[in-house]
């Protein structure tokens, strides 16, 4: 029997990169889903997977277009197992001392609101139905929720206020719903961009020259990790084998720990 045969999965940005692999591993073991995407190509592209995704344009910093893809879900597919979010923003390293102070406001809304309150709006949205279900949450983090310099300043503060959204929300949404997270490294295959407010939207983190390389030399294993290798833990996490868990993060970053 497959992992996660039956399941229903609500992923929150599933349109490329480590969402989309996500999204095709939890297809692979049994499982249907609904993805709340915003960028329309994407949409076009998953619309094309069959009957078994059901996909909802949407914003997922809205309270509203969250609501909206639990509500078209349930419509669907009747039950809600798992919600898995995938939605971020990167600030290109940027230090504190570099953001304009005619910028910094906007881009610490944007950052937050992206990266953090997506992620609040996606359990707010599907909170009763997991507690119905006795489901799961599963939160990106990254490596970047537990060492400086992944980022810049706004980016690696909003990545470990995650790691305190996944113990607090396992703590309020016990003893029904089991709350964890994935921490990926750097990852090629994406489409994480920079931050519009600090005019970098039209960057992207996996063009970056020699970037492969780079991975390769900063991670204890030489590894350069690509979406899918993200995936199990995803997989693990959302299924019955992973009962026992709520509260954790696994660290998929090619063993940064062991440096």
């Known amino acids: 029997m497959r992992w996660l045969e039956g399941q229903v ?3 929150s940005g599933g349109g490329s990169g480590i969402g989309r692999a996500a999204l095709d591993a939890f297809l692979q ?4 889903a609904c993805v709340l995407e ?15 995704v059901h996909v909802v344009q949407g914003d997922a910093t809205s309270a509203a277009d ?31 001392a ?27 949205a599907a909170g009763p139905q997991l507690a119905d279900s006795r489901g799961s949450m599963i939160v990106t983090c990254s490596s970047s929720s537990y060492y400086a310099g992944r980022g810049g300043t706004l980016y690696v503060a909003t990545k470990h206020a995650l790691r305190g959204v996944v113990v ?32 970098q ?6 063009d970056r020259p020699d970037r492969e390389e780079a991975l390769r030399a900063r991670t204890p294993l030489e590894v350069a990790l690509r979406s899918g290798d993200h995936a199990g833990a995803y997989l693990y996490l959302a299924s019955d084998r ?3 868990l709520s509260g954790e993060i696994i660290r998929s970053d090619g063993g940064l720990v062991a440096r």
Request: proline share 3%; aromatic share 6%.
């Open 9 to 11: 999965v609500l992923l």
């Open 38 to 52: 915003r960028d329309e190509e994407k949409c076009a592209v998953l619309a094309q997977l069959g009957s078994r």
């Open 29 to 32: 073991e049994g499982a249907v």
């Open 98 to 124: 570099e953001i304009p102070p005619e910028r910094f406001d906007a881009a610490f809304t944007e950052a937050f609101t992206i990266n953090v309150a997506s992620v609040l709006q996606a359990a707010r």
């Open 201 to 206: 939207a039209g960057e992207r983190l996996d």
């Open 66 to 96: 969250n609501a909206r893809a639990v509500t078209e879900a349930l419509e669907r597919f009747e039950t809600l197992d798992t919600v898995a979010t995938f939605v971020g923003v990167f600030d290109n390293y940027t230090a504190l």
């Open 242 to 244: 992973a009962r026992g």
């Open 168 to 199: 607090q929300l396992a703590h309020e949404m016990a003893p029904h719903v089991r709350v964890n997270g994935v921490a990926p490294g750097g990852t090629l295959e994406t489409d994480l961009r920079g931050m519009a407010s600090l005019g």
